[in-house]
């Protein structure tokens, strides 16, 4: 079984098109996170969501609203598609943060190519 | 904020070889360190970690210690394999310590 699923794999889009990223989590995890991984490898934290709240919104675009329908699922939604937002995201889990962000799944990653 | 600095790559070797990929933090208080690893076309996946000083993480022939007094966690292993080819990655609890923040990343070539 996948334990962080993440579904499109790829999208290809035009710019100002309105687009979402659908995630979802088996490990039975209180913690979401949503990543952005640029073409030079940086990976830089977005969101993250315990129990279905928001806890980081780091200098995000509000055309990036994320969505937790429930602990298991955070959904990532695009308004406005422009071609910066192109890169690979990626969504991971972890058990809690109380301490330390400690150790974190991550999907497969979506690669969005905004054209 | 807390952050690290990891050497950049790419860094190839030949298989057989010692590898050592260098990582420093800048941290308030005592954050947990961690390795991470790319795989080509997956996501990441924790390699090894240490929660405090002096510890040593250790896994899949990989290792690093917490050290403290020079601000680092570099990943050591002593016999590289083709199979280890991927993009390594140092990260540490942010000063939330709701997330990771992570290096940029050193890419690692082994060649046959």
């Known amino acids: 079984d996948t334990a962080v699923s993440q579904t499109p794999k790829y999208l290809v889009t035009q710019m100002g098109n309105d687009k979402s990223i659908k995630c979802e989590q088996n490990?039975?995890?209180?913690?979401m996170y949503w990543y952005k991984q640029d073409s030079k490898k940086f990976l830089k934290i977005m969101f993250s969501y315990n129990n279905k709240e928001l806890i980081i919104n780091e200098t995000v675009p509000n055309r990036f609203s994320p969505k937790s329908p429930d602990k298991a699922h955070l959904n990532l939604h695009i308004n406005s598609l422009e071609l910066g937002d192109s890169a690979v995201y990626f969504c991971a889990s972890s058990q809690d943060w109380s301490d330390s962000a400690g150790e974190q799944y991550f999907g497969p990653g979506t690669r969005l190519t905004v054209t | 904020g807390n952050s690290v600095t990891q050497m950049e790559g790419p860094v190839t070797l030949s298989e057989e070889a010692f590898l050592t990929i260098n990582c420093t933090y800048t941290?308030?208080?005592?954050?947990?360190l961690f390795w991470y690893v790319q795989y080509p076309g997956e996501g990441l996946q924790l390699l090894l970690k240490?929660?405090?000083?002096?510890d040593k993480g250790s896994n899949k022939g990989f290792e690093a210690t917490y050290r403290k007094e020079t601000t680092s966690f570099h990943l050591e292993k002593g016999s590289v394999q083709v199979s280890d080819s991927a993009v390594y990655f140092c990260?540490?609890?942010?000063?939330?310590?709701?997330?990771?923040?992570f290096g940029k990343g050193t890419s690692l070539l082994v060649t046959p």
């Open positions: 490990l039975g995890h209180d913690t």
């Open positions: 240490a929660t405090k000083a002096d």
């Open positions: 941290a308030t208080g005592y954050p947990s």
């Open positions: 990260a540490l609890d942010s000063n939330s310590g709701y997330a990771l923040n």
